[in-house]
């Protein structure tokens, strides 16, 4: 069972505001990741971590923005929300030094809706 | 980057079998990955399967991997109304995992 853990899980917010969805896992796992998955069920990963200060964008271009202070913790912060914006935000981690060492796991997610 | 492709949708009646399938069109990677999500919830690793083997069976479910197709299926079998779900076939890649688009699941009574 993974320990990976995000809140809010649901947050209802006017256009502007700044917002940051919590990530955190127990496990210890060096790399996390961030995906937006549209209504339409699709994965897009906006960001990963290699560990802690390492950040990266991923695959989908995001207005959003991460970081990586602490090995547990992968906070992702929307400066100016946008309608945009609104959607499901998904947190991951995975250990590199497994032999298994893609398999990821996930949180319960955020669903974000910007009115 | 590598495409992988899935069927989006697939209807089935409680008791029959399941049968869902992924393309792809890289084959650079080491595993490849079966995950569920229910509404309202993350991904769930289902199972996973190492690209040199070609079936790999955990109770009710089966994975059949044919490399030189570039194919992927994962078979639910006596599959169950709590089986209703999305499921995303992945494959390893350089830095992260592919996911494919989905397929949505819907078990009838």
């Known amino acids: 069972e993974a320990d990976i853990y995000q809140t809010p899980r649901y947050l209802v917010i006017g256009t502007g505001k700044k917002i940051t969805l919590e990530c955190s896992q127990t496990?210890?796992?060096?790399?996390m990741y961030w995906y937006q998955q549209d209504p339409g069920m699709e994965l897009h990963l906006i960001h990963y971590s290699y560990g802690v200060n390492s950040t990266e964008k991923g695959d989908l271009s995001s207005e959003s923005t991460v970081s990586r202070i602490r090995t547990e913790h992968f906070p992702l912060t929307l400066e100016s929300a946008r309608p945009s914006h609104t959607s499901q935000y998904l947190c991951a981690s995975s250990d590199p030094g497994s032999g298994n060492q893609e398999t990821q796991y996930f949180g319960p997610g955020t669903r974000l809706l910007v009115l | 980057g590598e495409d992988v492709e899935q069927s989006l949708f697939l209807s089935v009646r409680e008791g029959d079998s399941s049968v869902i399938n992924c393309t792809y069109t890289d084959s650079s990677s080491t595993y490849l990955y079966w995950y569920k999500q229910e509404p309202g919830a993350g991904l769930q690793l289902l199972t996973y399967?190492?690209?040199?083997?070609d079936m790999k069976q955990d109770q009710r479910l089966t994975v059949l991997l044919n490399k030189k197709d570039k194919h992927l299926s994962l078979r639910i079998a006596d599959t169950q109304t709590g089986d209703s779900a999305i499921y995303f076939c992945a494959w390893d890649g350089y830095s992260t995992l592919t996911f494919g688009k989905g397929t949505m699941l819907l078990v009838s009574p």
């Open positions: 399967i190492f690209s040199n083997m």
């Open positions: 496990m210890g796992h060096d790399k």
